[in-house]
């Protein structure tokens, strides 16, 4: 009972209290069917992210799951917003994934037409400047023999967007997982790499970027950077 009682204090306390050091959003975003959520849900089983994600529904097929992720001393909050169909809302994807740190920009590779419905996307979010990282994944990359979009078609789009913070194309397969961890890891090193040695909170969220409250004490004084050491136990507490 006593130990029952300890975790639920335990599961309290950490509950959204600001535990980690950076919170970032990064948004998925392609046209109906490619596979982003597959993409997603094996991003979210690779085993360098810890606490069980929740996912949260919210209008129009739009869903967002929240995972930490543990790089280089650091402890990031990350909320990965997976938007249906996002072709048919433009209008409240914009307003939904504004201030995002990052995109994932999915297009089925067996599906021109989810290319060209990808293309328009990017260019929704072009505006973002080169600050906010991109990726772009062609999906599907197992059915080879059914492929409708090149490679170089889609790394031609990358660098259409590299001044607006595009930076590599991958190929993935939502039922194996082929590709998932590279284009994930390359998109958190990239937005991690965003963040100055003192940050200054302003500058961080022009980038999407927001300070937890690891970098106050109890009594709300100021650490430097240096002075944190991350406490693995909270990474493994289910917070939601
Ligand atoms: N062959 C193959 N099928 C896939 C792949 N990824 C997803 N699928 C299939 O494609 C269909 C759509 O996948 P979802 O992950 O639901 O696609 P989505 O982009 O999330 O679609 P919406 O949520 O409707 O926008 C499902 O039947 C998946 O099983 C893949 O890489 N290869
Ligand atoms: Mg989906």
């Known amino acids: 009972m006593a130990s029952r009682q300890k975790r639920t204090d335990r599961r309290t306390m950490s509950y959204d209290d600001g535990r980690y050091h950076y919170s970032f959003k990064i948004a998925l975003l392609g046209p109906n069917g490619v596979g982003k959520t597959d993409v997603l849900t094996h991003h979210l089983q690779t085993e360098d992210i810890s606490a069980p994600a929740t996912i949260h529904n919210i209008d129009c097929g739009i869903s967002y799951v929240v995972k930490d992720v543990s790089a280089l001393g650091r402890l990031y909050r990350v909320q990965y917003w997976d938007v249906q169909s996002a072709e048919h809302y433009m209008t409240q994807v914009a307003r939904v994934c504004r201030g995002a740190a990052g995109y994932v920009f999915v297009f089925d590779i067996t599906d021109r037409k989810s290319f060209d419905i990808t293309k328009k996307l990017a260019q929704l979010f072009e505006h973002t400047g080169p600050v906010v990282k991109k990726v772009l994944i062609g999906n599907k990359c197992d059915l080879e023999n059914q492929r409708e979009v090149s490679k170089a ?70 650490f430097e950077a240096h002075n944190f050491k991350v406490d693995d136990t909270t990474t493994k507490v289910d917070w939601m």
């Open 153 to 222: 078609e889609a790394e031609d789009l990358v660098s259409q967007y590299k001044s607006s913070g595009m930076v590599q194309y991958f190929e993935t397969s939502g039922v194996s997982g082929q590709g998932v961890y590279e284009a994930f890891t390359l998109l958190h090193t990239e937005i991690f790499g965003t963040i100055p040695k003192h940050p200054d909170p302003e500058l961080l969220l022009q980038r999407g970027v927001r300070l937890g409250k690891r970098w106050y004490g109890a009594g709300g004084e100021e």
